[in-house]
Structures are given as C-alpha cells and as structure tokens.
Nanobody, 116 residues
Framework: QVQLVESGGGLVQPGGSLRLSCAAS????????MGWYRQAPGKQRELVAV???????NSADSVKGRFTLSRDNAKNTVYLQMNSLKPEDTAVYYC??????????WGQGTQVTVSS
C-alpha cells in the first residue's frame, strides 16, 4: 500500500507559476513510475509528466518547456514546477505512482485554477 499526499495547488493568474508536491509513504526508490496526471471538467484524465522506470521523463507536449518534473529521494517527494501557466492548465492534478508489480496508486488530487 502506498499513500500519496499532494500539496501546492491554488489560484494563479495566467503567466504565473505554481509548484506541486507529492510525498509518498514509501521510498521512491521502490516506486516504478511516479508523476502527475490531470483532469479538467468534462475531460478524461491525462498524463502531465512522469518519471519512467528507466529514470527518464515522459511529459505531454502541451506542457513541454513550461513544466518541470523533479524529485528528492531523501524526502520521498516528487515535484511539478509549473511556469507560464495558461487557463487551459486548469484542472485537478493527481499524483500517480506504480510499483514494479504494476499496482497503481493515486493521490487525492489538488485543484489548480488559472484565471485572471
């Protein structure tokens, strides 16, 4: 069982920045894939950015150059730095992790609203 606790969402103006954090209840060295998805109203949940099992980053084209995924293994935490935010980035952001067994885990979600 893995618990994921997210923080850092909120309301920001277009062009602004936010940093999301996701703390895992186990060592991130034991997690196979970890990162972020998002779901906007009326839309399907979509990948934002994740660390893959190979240690690389896989991210959506819509966020490349604006969002940066990073991690602190000592804190078992993954971060999503979001810059140059746009109204279309408005969504509930979910932390995601999966174990080598394939078991998926989701955080409770944190709301990000980009609006003037």
């Amino acid at each position: 069982q893995v618990q994921l606790v997210e923080s850092g969402g909120g309301l920001v103006q277009p062009g602004g920045s936010l940093r999301l954090s996701c703390a895992a209840s186990i060592s991130t060295s034991n997690i196979y894939i970890m990162g972020w998805y998002r779901q906007a109203p009326g839309k399907q949940r979509e990948l934002v950015a994740v660390f893959t099992s190979r240690g690389t980053t896989n991210s959506a084209d819509s966020v490349k150059g604006r969002f940066t995924l990073s991690r602190d293994n000592a804190k078992n935490t993954v971060y999503l730095q979001m810059n140059s935010l746009k109204p279309e980035d408005t969504a509930v952001y979910y932390c995601y992790a999966s174990l080598p067994t394939g078991s998926p885990y989701w955080g409770q979600g944190t709301q990000v609203t980009v609006s003037s």
